[in-house]
């Protein structure tokens, strides 16, 4: 079992950053990428941004590539999710989720059904 915690999240006015973090406990050692979800009232969760826990391998969303940057440290089990140049439409609650399954390729790893473990989510609330 891996235990994910989010926090970070909170409110901005449009153009400006937040940092989530994602604290992983447990059996961490069987994760082999880290993702980040987010899901706004009455749509589908839907996928951010990934990272790959073992070796280099990043992807992202069209829809934030450039504006936020996912990174991890391994010696803290911490992945974080750095937005910048927030939207409204970056509204949503920010899930992280955890996968012990291994694709070669960073982007196999957009897909929601792919990960085995989730966090409860935090809110970020983007004002125009």
């Known amino acids: 079992q891996v235990q994910l915690v989010e926090s970070g999240g909170g409110l901005v006015q449009a153009g400006g950053s937040l940092r989530l973090s994602c604290a992983a406990s447990g059996r961490t050692f069987s994760t082999n990428a880290m993702g980040w979800f987010r899901q706004a009232p009455g749509k589908e969760r839907e996928f951010v941004a990934a990272i790959k826990w073992k070796i280099s391998g990043t992807y992202y969303a069209d829809s934030v590539k450039g504006r936020f940057t996912i990174s991890r440290d391994n010696a803290k089990n911490t992945v974080y999710l750095q937005m910048n140049s927030l939207k409204p439409e970056d509204t949503a609650i920010y899930y992280c989720?955890?996968?012990?399954?291994?694709?070669?390729?960073?982007?196999?790893?957009?897909?929601?059904?792919?990960?085995?473990?989730w966090g409860q989510g935090t809110q970020v609330t983007v004002s125009s």
């Open positions: 989720a955890a996968s012990g399954r291994y694709y070669s390729g960073t982007a196999s790893y957009s897909v929601r059904g792919r990960y085995d473990y």
